[in-house]
């Protein structure tokens, strides 16, 4: 895997490490989960082969270092019991903060169009494997607020945005971590131009960058008002000190606002957060 390190100042009490890492995409399924399941896992470790070996060296470089893993999703890559055993003993024998990808909630790739009824099929079985919720969730290290939140469609909830402002109210620095990056221009043109994305795969993207976008990626990414509501909150609080993603499969990194970096993180990369 490739390491990297990004430092970054927002307030801590003490200087401290973050692991970051996503979309390790376990491909794992046997018996139990049906003949059709097992040439799915087949048909995708052509894809992704190398899940279980990522997610030991993570672990190795987490133990090394000394520092707690926040993976922001995609953990797995579909729905089986196998993949959800493997997620488990990952989870219980490191400290790792996680949040949900789309994948996590995924039964069969592509079968359907994934919305909170399609999520909320899997959700409950899913989340029993993991120690904080991966929908929204937050821990304080060193005086700063780890926040992580779920929005792998592409769309955040009033639930979420409720639980986000009681963060901000306890006063801490945050650094946010979620599946999806938020609308950048750069990042989009990047994205739909030099890596030849037929949408964004972005969170609230404008109209502008829908255009020509097929009704199926229109349908997905086009935001609703909370979502609106939430970005521009995530945008305008000066509480919120950088922001951490996955979801594209490769590295980057750019600027949200003048002031609010925005990162993302590759499958096969390893970053290291140096927080002071």
């Known amino acids: 895997m490739n390491h990297i390190t990004t430092k970054i100042s927002v307030g801590a009490e003490k200087p401290f490490t973050l692991l970051h890492v996503s979309d390790t995409h376990l491909t794992l399924a046997d018996g139990r989960d049906g003949e059709r399941k097992v040439r799915l896992g087949e048909k995708r470790s052509r894809i992704f082969p ?19 893993i926040i993976h922001t999703g995609d953990i797995i890559d579909f729905v089986s019991r196998k993949n959800l055993e493997y997620a488990k003993k990952f989870i219980d024998e490191n400290d790792v903060f996680f949040v949900a990808g789309n994948h996590e909630f995924s039964l069969y790739v592509g079968e359907a169009f994934e919305d909170e009824a399609y999520r909320n099929k899997s959700l409950a079985r899913v989340q029993a ?55 950048e221009e750069k990042l989009c043109l990047y994205n739909m131009k030099d890596k030849g994305a037929e949408a964004p795969y972005l969170t609230c993207p404008p109209d502008k960058a829908l255009a020509g976008c097929s009704d199926y990626r229109v349908r997905q990414q086009k935001p609703d008002k909370i979502t609106q509501e939430v970005t521009e909150y995530i945008k305008d609080q000066p509480l919120i000190k950088a922001i951490f993603t996955g979801h594209f499969h490769w590295d980057y990194d750019g600027m949200l606002t003048e002031k609010t970096p925005q990162y993302v993180t590759g499958l096969e990369t390893i970053q290291t957060i140096e927080v002071n």
């Open 129 to 183: 494997c993991f120690h904080n919720d991966i929908r929204f969730a937050s821990r304080v290290i060193n005086g700063v607020n780890i926040v992580g939140i779920d929005d792998s469609y592409y769309r955040f909830d009033k639930a979420q945005f409720d639980a986000l402002k009681n963060e901000v109210r306890r006063g801490f620095p945050i650094i946010l971590f979620m599946h999806c990056a938020l609308y």
């Open 50 to 68: 190398d899940g279980m070996a990522a997610l030991d060296e993570i672990s190795k470089e987490s133990k090394k270092l000394g520092a707690p």
